[in-house]
């Protein structure tokens, strides 16, 4: 039976999988219940999981903004492999919420849990990925070496992945090649995208606690302002990309964050600025990581103020093109003729970039709405589950394919 053939065969098994983690979504690095429910459902297929994770730091728990939760100590990833010997390629599945409800009455497996829901799609990933993995494991003596299933938190937070590299995702057995899906809920149902070379944008953020001295309004000279500094910054920061990143470039910089103070006749003693800027070509992110840190530093100072910083970088998803080449057919081959095709550079950032770094990787996007549908983190977004088949087969048909050409 052909790998979309067996992937149809089981497709409410993968929407039941995927409903679940729908009914109970968890945000950040510490998803016990999903990765729990992951593990039983490998467990079930025969296929040995263990955590990968490990201690989360506490600036970036406590500060950034989708992981200010006081139980996201550590990270709990799941990794499995089937087949053994070499090479062996990766395939990820991202399972982490957002921090946001879902509109009422959206669907009738709607999340569980006030204030977080899988409007990202998520939920989808981790179905998509146990479909493949049953897929592979009933043909695990075809194959001709190893696939590692990744199944990562905090993708949301930007570095998710990173951390899992960290604690050894990429040896025991050594990664050489990966692969990753994400559904798009704006994308025309049936379709796959994919961009050649850089596929999303870098992501740089800095997390500033500006300390001032407070006071009475009335008597601004006894104090140090940390509002008016985060004004100043805010202005400074918005021009810069305007002032010194040549116009042909892309950049979006933005303030997303600021603000602080309690009442009107208070000048408090701390404010709170995040900025976070998007690029697509390495010079210009390197220029700002180094102006941003220059300009937040001398305008805080200026003003007698202090500041804690924490830096946070996630870097662009990059695409092999020659892994693009060899795996074009093979995607093809499942989605039908005339239904992959190559799409523009994502403005967004996908923390999947970690894992290109390390080997030549592939990031698609398969369609499962159309362009009038809910984007992905609205709180009206649906995906159709009617894909949900496809992309386990994409999955496992990258895998045996990819395996057998690249046999040593």
Not at 90 to 115: H, I, N, T, W, Y
Request: net charge negative.
């Amino acid at each position: 039976m052909k790998i979309l053939e067996s992937a149809l065969a089981i497709k409410e098994e993968i929407i039941k999988d995927r409903r679940n983690i729908h009914r109970n979504p968890e945000v950040g690095f510490y998803l016990p219940v999903t990765a729990a429910y992951v593990q039983k459902r490998l467990s079930e297929m025969g296929i040995e999981s263990e955590i990968c994770g490990g201690p989360v730091d506490k600036k970036l728990r406590e500060n950034f903004v989708f992981a200010g939760f006081p139980d996201m100590e550590a990270s709990t990833g799941v990794v499995a492999t089937i087949g053994k010997g070499e090479p062996c390629i990766l395939l990820r599945a991202d399972m982490d919420a957002l921090p946001m409800m879902e509109a009422e009455g959206l669907v009738d497996f709607a999340s569980e849990k006030p204030g977080f829901a899988h409007m990202c799609g998520h939920d989808a990933h981790t179905a998509m990925l146990l479909g493949a993995a049953k897929l592979l494991k009933d043909r695990e003596d075809e194959l001709c070496g190893t696939v590692k299933l990744m199944f990562q938190t905090g993708e949301e937070c930007g570095c998710g992945s990173r951390l899992m590299i960290e604690h050894g995702l990429m040896e025991n057995p050594h990664v050489d090649a990966a692969f990753a899906i994400h559904v798009m809920a704006n994308q025309e149902v049936g379709t796959l995208g994919y961009t050649p070379g850089i596929t999303s944008a870098a992501m740089d953020t800095c997390m500033i606690k500006i300390k001032g001295k407070g006071g009475h309004t009335s008597m601004p000279h006894q104090c140090i302002d940390p509002l008016m500094i985060a004004n100043q910054l805010y202005t400074t920061l918005n021009l810069l990309s305007g002032r010194e990143i040549d116009p042909r470039e892309t950049v979006a910089l933005s303030v997303g964050k600021c603000g602080g103070g309690t009442a009107a006749n208070v000048i408090p003693d701390t404010a709170d600025l995040q900025v976070a800027a998007r690029t697509f070509n390495r010079e210009v992110t390197a220029h700002l990581n180094k102006r941003i840190p220059e300009i937040i530093d001398h305008t805080v100072k200026m003003w007698r103020g202090d500041y804690d910083m924490i830096q946070f970088h996630t870097p662009s998803t990059y695409n092999d093109e020659n892994l693009c080449d060899q795996l074009k057919p093979v995607l093809e081959e499942v989605m039908g003729e005339g239904k992959v095709y190559q799409a523009p550079c994502m403005a967004g950032t996908e923390d999947f970039g970690y894992v290109g770094e390390q080997v030549p990787s592939m990031f698609v996007t398969i369609g499962v709405g159309n362009k009038d549908s809910a984007p992905m983190h609205n709180p009206n977004m649906v995906i159709d589950e009617e894909m949900l088949p496809y992309g386990a087969a994409l999955h496992a048909s990258v895998a045996i394919n990819w395996l057998r050409n690249n046999r040593k």
